[in-house]
């Protein structure tokens, strides 16, 4: 195949075919999910992608560099299939400001209490803020099994420029947790990426409990075949979190 992506000053990138990429050798399907009370667990399969193939192509010259609130359009011919054509316009990169609890600025989080999430305002647009606890060593240290709150998903709208998280609900423990690492990012996506990855996952999951056709093979951003050509920008601060 024959994949170029443009930009608006004339600008052309071809991407080209990658025989094996190092950074990503096989695939965790994680089937084990839960409805209502039910938590259903199926064998889980480790796809090896130098098995099963999946074709990667990227910019080997180093040249591509994505600006952020820029048109990019996408191009790709190949013997016997139709064209494919996308066309996007990528999102302004987020800056996280801080993190605030019990009105004060925080380097170090309680989980159990709620939090505010500031970062510095940048119009509109769509995205994610995750939160995340980042354990030392899962191997040798089993706190995770036990640990409580700091997780979330939760997506924002930039027209904003904070988000609430709640505190967690945790039952007391007799062993006191000690303090880790935790990680909080801000995502911001264009409409192709946002429209695909998170509203059509809501999408897929109102089609699973009605039982209708999920949302696969849909095309959001191109023509010609299925899938996105989407793009996001994020950015990341570490802090330090209690249980």
């Not at 170029?4 to 991407?15: A, H, I, K, L, W």
């Not at 950074?23 to 009370?37: C, E, H, K, L, M």
């Not at 560099?65 to 013997?79: D, G, R, V």
């Not at 769509?126 to 706190?143: H, P, R, S, Y």
């Amino acid at each position: 195949a024959s994949i170029f992506v443009t930009d608006d000053q004339g600008g052309s990138y071809e991407f080209s075919f990658v025989e094996k990429v190092t950074f990503i050798d096989t695939i965790d399907i994680d089937t084990t999910y839960t409805y209502g009370p039910w938590t259903y667990t199926l064998d889980t399969t480790i796809y090896d992608t130098n098995d099963i193939r999946i074709n990667f192509y990227v910019d080997t010259t180093g040249t591509f560099i994505p600006q952020p609130e820029s048109n990019y359009q996408l191009s790709i011919t190949a013997p016997g299939f139709d064209p494919v054509s996308g066309s996007l316009t990528t999102p302004m990169i987020p800056t996280i400001d801080s993190l605030v609890q019990r009105g004060q600025a925080a380097d170090t989080i309680n989980a159990t209490e709620p939090f505010d999430i500031f970062w510095d305002s940048q119009g509109n647009g769509k995205g994610m803020i995750t939160g995340e606890v980042l354990f030392n060593n899962q191997e040798a240290d089993t706190t995770w099994q036990e640990w409580c709150g700091g997780f979330f998903e939760q997506a924002v709208d930039f027209s904003d420029s904070s988000a609430f998280i709640p505190g967690s609900f945790c039952e007391e423990t007799i062993d006191s947790h000690q303090a880790e690492d935790y990680f909080v990012r801000l995502t911001a996506m264009d409409d192709n990426y946002y429209e695909y990855f998170i509203t059509g996952e809501i999408g897929e999951y109102a089609n699973l409990l009605l039982n209708y056709p999920t949302t696969k093979g849909r095309s959001v951003g191109i023509e010609g075949g299925f899938g996105v050509f989407g793009s996001i920008a994020s950015d990341g601060i570490i802090r330090v979190i209690v249980p």
